[in-house]
């Protein structure tokens, strides 16, 4: 019998679903992605050894430079709980009479990071979040006749608290490594007003200090092994 031949059909595909797709996964990345706010001063934290990765989220930071200026942030874990940086900053405003509008604290809650004394955060406050990066703060006083830092831990963790006491929160504090002993002293010294005793230091997460004891004595690890 004589063969039948069948004819040849394109192989061509139509791109356009998978097009469709792209745009909608990129869409995705570029809504749900968060980046990093610019820092209101640069900090070199020191090395460490630990591999433990801190919780930046339901958390408290301090962060202090190499001249000894102090930072005051907090963030949230879920978007149900972003009710607490404005009951936080309403507690103060009040405590403190610092007569902000809404809209300045509207501000703090989108950008929680502030190092000035009360008497210059309404002023901070009152620029816009976008341009209040660029300006150069003098860092929240923490001396022993004047430690401001210990009302903001304060009121942050009664106002954490208060939202839900079954919430972990995570107390962190981000050093520059050549900070003088002061600074640090300053906000341990705020830490313990508010009686809060566990805390967690930032540092950079690299290898083992070259020359250090412990260096050595994964040196002489390696060596047995081989």
């Given at each position: 019998m004589p063969s039948v031949k069948l004819p040849r059909k394109s192989t061509a595909t139509d791109m356009t679903p998978f097009v469709d797709v792209a745009f909608l996964i990129?869409?995705?990345?570029?809504?749900?992605?968060?980046?990093?706010p610019p820092q209101p001063a640069e900090i070199t934290t020191p090395r460490s050894v630990s591999s433990d990765m801190l919780k930046e989220e339901?958390?408290?930071?301090?962060?202090?430079?190499s001249t000894g200026r102090v930072f005051f942030s907090m963030?949230?874990?879920?978007v149900e709980d972003e009710q607490v940086k404005r009951k936080t900053i309403e507690r103060l405003n009040k405590t403190r009479n610092l007569g902000l509008t809404s809209k300045e604290i509207t501000n703090f809650e989108r950008?929680?990071?502030v190092g000035v004394p009360f008497n210059q955060l309404k002023s901070l406050l009152g620029e816009p979040v976008e341009t209040r990066n660029s300006i150069k703060q003098s860092g929240i006083?923490?001396?022993s006749t004047n430690n401001e830092l210990a009302e903001w831990i304060g009121a942050a963790k009664t106002t954490f608290f208060e939202h839900n006491p079954d919430m972990r929160v995570y107390y962190m504090i981000k050093g520059d490594n050549e900070a003088k002993y002061p600074s640090f002293n300053g906000i341990i010294e705020a830490m313990r007003k508010?009686?809060?005793f566990s805390y967690k230091l930032v540092t950079d997460p690299?290898?083992?200090?070259?020359?250090?004891e412990l260096y050595r004595i994964r040196e002489a690890d390696k060596a047995r092994s081989k």
């Open positions: 990129l869409s995705f990345f570029m809504l749900a992605t968060k980046f990093k339901n958390a408290v930071l301090v962060e202090f430079d963030s949230v874990k879920k950008s929680t990071v006083p923490t001396d508010n009686d809060q690299k290898s083992v200090p070259t020359g250090s």
